[in-house]
T-cell receptor
Framework: GDSVTQMEGPVTLSEEAFLTINCTYTATGYPSLFWYVQYPGEGLQLLLKATKADDKGSNKGFEATYRKETTSFHLEKGSVQVSDSAVYFCALTGGGFKTIFGAGTRLFVKA | DTAVSQTPKYLVTQMGNDKSIKCEQNLGHDTMYWYKQDSKKFLKIMFSYNNKELIINETVPNRFSPKSPDKAHLNLHINSLELGDSAVYFC????????????FGPGTRLTVL
């Protein structure tokens, strides 16, 4: 079945450091790919998405490119802030309504 | 205006009790979901309704029963609560097309003593 694997956390960075959170997936067909973010005490919210190969999703300085050849959707940000501290979830939706989430990666950003 | 709301936010109860969690969305979406998030943040789909029809019913104990009185509401009733039911339960909604973005509620933290 479909699955999502993302790097284990926690990831601890200093402010203004470069962020990469790796995500790879297994799916039949052509899934849509998502990054969701969960701030402490809140529900998940969409950070960015991509619906087909080579699409780049971007939002709030975060980017991820849908790479079909490597089945990856790595999240990157050039300069993180303390306010980016959260849990980040990679997810995919294949045909239908079911979304498969990765295990989440906790990010801590130190001032 | 809150897009997806859940009540209560916290629920502390004894083993064996029956409890309900309510969810409402004011986005006009056709599809709603229930997820369970465990202490390690792992998120698992439980149920989904599309236009009040059950479309996803994952392997959960039959003590859990969803109910959708209309498209804007999806409630979760849990019978005979067990210690292992302690988790955060999230409601979500989406427009109703496949692969749509989901919008999550703030979560209900259930603690079973």
């Amino acid at each position: 079945g479909d699955s999502v694997t993302q790097m284990e956390g926690p990831v601890t960075l200093s402010e203004e450091a470069f962020l990469t959170i790796n995500c790879t997936y297994t799916a039949t067909g052509y899934p849509s790919l998502f990054w969701y973010v969960q701030y402490p005490g809140e529900g998940l919210q969409l950070l960015l998405k991509a619906t087909k190969a080579d699409d780049k999703g971007s939002n709030k300085g975060f980017e991820a490119t849908y790479r079909k050849e490597t089945t990856s959707f790595h999240l990157e940000k050039g300069s993180v802030q303390v306010s980016d501290s959260a849990v980040y979830f990679c997810a995919l939706t294949g045909g239908g309504f079911k979304t498969i989430f990765g295990a989440g990666t906790r990010l801590f950003v130190k001032a | 205006d809150t897009a997806v709301s859940q009540t209560p936010k916290y629920l502390v109860t004894q083993m064996g009790n029956d409890k309900s969690i309510k969810c409402e969305q004011n986005l006009g979406h056709d599809t709603m979901y229930w997820y369970k998030q465990d202490s390690k943040k792992f998120l698992k789909i439980m149920f989904s309704y599309n236009n009040k029809e059950l479309i996803i019913n994952e392997t959960v104990p039959n003590r859990f029963s969803p109910k959708s009185p209309d498209k804007a509401h999806l409630n979760l009733h849990i019978n005979s609560l067990e210690l292992g039911d302690s988790a955060v339960y999230f409601c979500a909604s989406s427009q109703g097309r496949e692969r749509d973005t989901q919008y999550f509620g703030p979560g209900t933290r259930l603690t079973v003593l």
